[in-house]
């Protein structure tokens, strides 16, 4: 037996705090629901101090230098998912093994995160529940899983099919960062150098041709109009005006893509050579992979494809998902329906027939997410392979001409062509 500390609020609203002995915490709320007593907050007295204790005892200066603290990432939810998984496999009771990787936390926001749901799950919240309140953190996938490992009992592998979904998407994520950080650090590099050619570099040496620029070739003439521009761009007040005007395009088409047009904008990535067939196989594998997870953990198929259809990155293919979901919701079939898409590939649509008429779908689908796992591994690296090489060739083709442009003229006045 245990002894907790408790702050609780009765039948009639007010506020009472105590001690009570219990074997653990889920008996200490049992026992002082059956008092009428709802427990806001339960503290075992061994335990170490308390969230709110730990917080007052911060330097004040702490709260200063927190760069970037706030940030929570796809790894640090990747991260404390792992270690929930391997706490419950361990046999640690959930709110045991929340307070431990709160206890592990570096990330300031992660802890308060963490002990946000140490105190509601103490409180006789569920898990679900708790990470619902930070619905820009956890999402729907994460949700329905945690939700499905709770209501079947089965929340310890649930949380390891989340942290094998999570690895995926982030090993993805990661890949393409890598293979991408290069090729454009040289882009960027190269179109720098050539703002600081045209601008301020170009017009001196241009200066000297006799003739005036009027007279010479096309590609020089559009050059000079070219570096003209861009030092207006920067050293006049109509020029500053345009740099806003373009700030806030862009803004606004960002918005666009994420609201209005998304449909547009993703049907359009799909179309780009290379580059919609890596969007497409990904998407393939998340599908795989989401709905063979949801269905083996109990959750029924429409209530499944609800969750998967936001986990394909890419909203054409979700509003298909939608499509697929209403022909299942009146008596159809799910793989002929995938099939009349043109989205998914044959291999799936195949899968899914053999798995709705085995009663294995979910097996069939997880088994068959590896397979659509290394197509995408195949297609990234296809893409990173042509990637580089477009970057590089376009940043030639500008520099190349620049240079035929400069030098044209002093090869024809050379060659005493003239103007």
């Known amino acids: 037996m245990g002894q907790f500390s408790y702050k609780a609020v009765d039948k009639g609203g007010g506020h009472v705090t105590g001690t009570i002995e219990a074997a653990d915490r889920k008996s200490a709320v049992v026992a002082l629901s059956d008092r009428g007593q709802f427990v806001i907050e339960l503290a075992e007295e061994t335990d170490m101090p308390s969230v709110e204790v730990e917080e007052r005892k911060k330097p004040v200066l702490a709260g200063v230098f927190r760069f970037g603290s706030k940030r929570i990432t796809g790894k640090d939810i990747l991260a404390m998912t792992t270690q929930l998984s391997t706490a419950l496999r361990a046999g640690l009771p959930l709110l045991d093994g929340l307070e431990l990787i709160r206890r592990q936390q570096h990330k300031e926001a992660m802890r308060e995160i963490l002990a946000d749901l140490v ?10 529940d708790a990470m619902a309140r930070h619905e820009k953190v956890y999402s729907p996938l994460y949700l329905s899983m945690v939700r499905v490992g709770e209501t079947g009992g089965i929340l310890e592998q649930t949380t390891a099919q989340l942290a094998v979904i ?13 293979a991408s950080a290069y090729p454009i650090f040289v882009l960027c590099i190269g179109l720098t150098s050539v703002v600081i050619i045209i601008t301020w ?16 070739p096309l590609p020089t003439r559009v050059l000079m109009a070219l570096s003209n521009f861009m030092k207006d761009l ?4 109509f020029g500053w005006v345009v740099i806003m005007l373009i700030i806030a395009g862009l803004y606004y088409l960002r918005r666009w893509t994420k609201t209005l047009g998304r449909i547009t904008w993703d ?31 109990g959750v029924t198929i429409l209530e499944a ?41 044959p291999l799936l649509v195949q899968i899914t027939s053999v798995g709705e008429q085995t009663g294995k779908l979910d097996e069939l689908l997880l088994n068959a997410a590896e397979t659509f796992d290394s197509d995408a591994d195949a297609a990234i690296n296809r893409f990173m392979a042509v990637f580089p090489a ?27 062509a003239g103007f």
């Open 305 to 345: 494809l609800g969750v998967v259809r936001d986990t394909l990155g890419n909203e054409l293919m979700g509003r298909e998902i939608d499509a697929v979901a209403e022909a299942v919701k009146r008596g159809e079939s799910l793989a002929g329906h995938l099939e009349e898409s043109g989205y998914f590939p």
């Open 234 to 237: 920067f050293t006049t007040v």
């Open 390 to 416: 477009v970057l590089i060739l376009i940043l030639a083709l500008v520099i190349g001409f620049i240079i035929a442009a400069t030098l044209l003229p002093i090869v024809m006045m050379g060659l005493g």
């Open 267 to 297: 049907a359009f990535k799909l179309k780009i050579p290379v580059l919609g067939s890596v969007l497409r196989t990904i998407a393939v594998g998340r599908f795989a992979r989401t709905l063979g997870s949801l269905t083996q953990g």
């Open 119 to 128: 105190k509601s799950v103490s409180s006789g919240q569920s898990l679900s």
């Open 166 to 178: 999570l690895g995926r998407d982030e090993k993805i994520k990661t890949s393409m960062k890598n």
């Open 201 to 216: 570099i170009l017009p001196g040496i241009l200066a000297t041709i006799p003739g005036g620029i009027g007279a010479a």
